[in-house]
């Protein structure tokens, strides 16, 4: 399930445009499907666009926006889906989809376990490259993407973490818990100025808009930025030649064929999405993950990713705003991406 990332008829000023998805009864779309390429023909998922924008869904009162959300639900049903994927910021806008919680009559997941699973593979492909000891910021840290992220990370890594997000309570509960359980230096933060000291920074934060600015970052440091709607302005790029953002969250789906409103290169999925095939693959029934993702969720579904490799499931080779990253190649300048190039999806 998906949200607008853009209005579909040009000549529609925006703000028209804006208004018409607030006030008017628009119904949830299929805007996209999928099928094997082993039984080509056959639709086996589709996706459906809620009808607002990431900032609609984010700001307009949260029983109209669950209410849209739950209309796409609905749609999913009718169509005969057993499970629905929370795409976007449906998860974060329906609390990881809590908000359906009580629903018996279709699977709900937020995607965001082999998200989180994804996530800590990419973190460990690129830190390698960082030198001794780096400290990793995760921003968002205490979502239900980068809650499990965190756990994935210092159950298996002694490195240095810097959690932040806005909330210094929750912050404060997470950083206790991976120190008591896994003894690692976490430090927390509110203040994304201290993002600044990071060599890689993670980005897993629920803003419809460009979040990570230039005075975020230190000189050469990576960014992996999961977010949809990406919170990282393409023209970063040209502000900060010394730092490389790579494109976070994304798998390679061969055995499939996705068509429609995913922007995304040929053979790619979101993470999220892939769950979503995977727990349909698998037979799931009822609800995977809901709220915060947990670590045991994240298991479950890497085992099945290796169930299914014939059909791809595995981290996609990095990518910087929708560009492949040529391996060996680790600065903008040597990927040659160019601003004008860029098309932020
Ligand atoms: N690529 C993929 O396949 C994929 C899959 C799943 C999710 N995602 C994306 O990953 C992101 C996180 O998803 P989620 O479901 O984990 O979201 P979530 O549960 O709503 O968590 C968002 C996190 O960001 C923090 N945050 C929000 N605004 C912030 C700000 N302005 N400054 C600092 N921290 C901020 C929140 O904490 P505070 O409220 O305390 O600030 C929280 O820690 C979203 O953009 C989502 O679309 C991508």
Redesign the pocket.
């Known amino acids: 399930m998906g949200v607008l990332f853009g209005k579909p008829f040009s000549l529609i000023p925006e703000f028209v445009w804006r208004n018409a998805l607030k006030h008017l009864p628009i119904p949830p779309m299929v805007t996209g499907q999928m099928s094997r390429v082993d039984v080509p023909g056959r639709v086996v998922g589709r996706i459906i666009t809620v009808p607002l924008t990431p900032k609609q869904l984010l700001t307009l009162p949260r029983s109209q926006v669950q209410g849209r959300i739950s209309a796409a639900i609905d749609k999913a049903r009718d169509l005969g889906a057993s499970v629905v994927g929370l795409?976007?910021?449906t998860?974060?806008a329906s609390v990881?989809g809590r908000a359906f919680a009580k629903r018996d009559d279709i699977g709900v997941t937020?995607?965001?376990a082999f998200?989180a699973a994804m996530t800590l593979q990419a973190i460990e492909k690129l830190t390698p490259r960082l030198g001794n000891d780096p400290l990793i910021a995760i921003?968002?840290?205490?979502?239900?993407?980068?809650s499990c992220l965190t756990r994935l990370y210092a159950h298996k890594h002694p490195g240095r973490l810097l959690l932040?997000?806005?909330?210094e309570r929750?912050?404060q509960l997470l950083a206790d818990d991976v120190r008591r359980d896994d003894g690692v230096e976490a430090a927390i933060s509110t203040d994304?100025m201290d993002v600044a000291k990071a060599d890689l920074v993670v980005l897993?934060?629920?803003?419809p808009d460009a979040?990570l600015r230039s005075e975020h970052l230190k000189p050469g440091a990576v960014v992996l930025d999961?977010?949809?709607?990406r919170?990282t302005d393409p023209r970063l790029l040209k502000a900060r030649p010394d730092v490389l953002i790579v494109d976070?969250?994304?798998v390679e789906v061969p055995g499939f064929d996705l068509r429609g409103s995913i922007a995304l290169a040929p053979k790619l999925a979101?993470?999220?999405?892939a769950e979503t095939m995977l727990l349909s693959l698998s037979g799931h029934q009822g609800h995977f993950s809901i709220g915060e993702a947990q670590v045991d969720q994240a298991e479950h579904i890497l085992n099945l990713a290796n169930q299914y490799q014939h059909l791809g499931f595995h981290l996609a080779p990095f990518r910087s705003f929708g560009r492949l990253i040529e391996d060996g190649q680790f600065t903008p300048e040597a990927t040659g991406i160019k601003e004008d190039a860029i098309c932020a999806a």
């Open positions: 795409g976007a910021l998860a974060s990881g937020n995607g965001n998200t921003v968002g840290a205490t979502g239900s993407v980068g932040v997000a806005r909330n929750r912050l994304m897993l934060t629920s803003s979040l999961d977010t949809v709607p919170n976070g969250g994304l979101y993470a999220c999405l």
